[in-house]
């Protein structure tokens, strides 16, 4: 597999900074997008500081303009709230070509003011789907990360002291190879397993987990609450 380089578009929020942290942690190259390239070249620091103080050695990082920051990678992961997604959709969508496009987005109801444990209906069936309909069509899309805590992923400690994950992440997509791209790049991070949950339709299924890993949070006081998958091999 060729080195991959991964464009975190929205990478300034809890979900893009905690895995922008996480990948340099892991050497891999990050180029973290926003709507403002000052902002993103901020967050690009801050991560550049977070990970030499848990005694890491960052992979290379820059931070650009969201569109700038796409076109330059050959993974690029979407963490926006749902609100944006469409509208950065469309902004980045010719900058997407030679790459997997992966989404994280969720539909919660906090998007029209609602309640965080609730979920919105999309016309399409999910907010992955969605985004299939606006990225290039020979564009691979994967859904991913739903499940995984954004306050955990940024929380790196030093030595013993450093926060374990111990998290599945599901994947699911229509294109086998995007899929496995992404695990290769995923398993990277100590403590994340990739999971191949099957095709994007599946995306109906996972985004609904988000709200109800916050409701658990909350009934059990707990930050980072997270799921593991039984039965698999390995």
């Not at 920051?69 to 070509?97: D, E, N, W, Y």
């Not at 992404?182 to 095709?199: E, K, S």
């Not at 599946?202 to 593991?228: D, Y």
């Not at 998958?229 to 390995?234: A, F, H, S």
Request: proline share 4%; net charge neutral.
């Amino acid at each position: 597999m060729s080195i991959e380089r991964v464009a975190l578009i929205g990478g300034t929020g809890d979900l893009g900074y905690g895995l922008a942290v996480r990948w340099a942690m892991a050497g891999v190259s990050v180029v973290i997008g926003s709507r403002d390239a000052s902002k993103a070249r901020q967050s690009a620091g801050r991560v550049d500081a977070a990970v030499r103080a848990a005694d890491g050695a960052p992979g290379e990082l820059a931070g650009l303009e969201n569109a700038e920051a796409a076109a330059q990678g050959s993974v690029v992961m979407l963490a926006v709230p749902f609100a944006a997604q469409a509208a950065t959709l469309k902004q980045i969508r010719g900058a997407l070509k030679d790459c997997i496009f992966v989404d994280a987005t969720v539909p919660l109801a906090t998007a029209v003011g609602g309640k965080p444990t609730r979920l919105l209906g999309v016309w399409q069936g999910s907010a992955a789907e969605q985004a299939r309909e606006l990225v290039p069509e020979q564009v691979p899309v994967v859904s991913a990360f739903h499940n995984v805590s954004a306050r955990a992923l940024q929380e790196l400690g030093t030595g013993l002291d450093a926060p374990a994950l111990d998290m599945d992440v599901l994947l699911c997509g229509d294109d086998p190879g995007a899929k496995r791209r992404l695990a290769a790049l995923l398993n990277r991070i100590t403590g994340l397993r990739a999971v191949d949950a099957g095709r994007l339709e599946m995306s109906r299924i996972v985004e609904a987990i988000t709200p109800l890993l916050i409701s658990i949070n909350k009934q059990n006081k707990v930050a980072h609450s997270g799921i593991r998958i039984t039965g698999l091999p390995g």
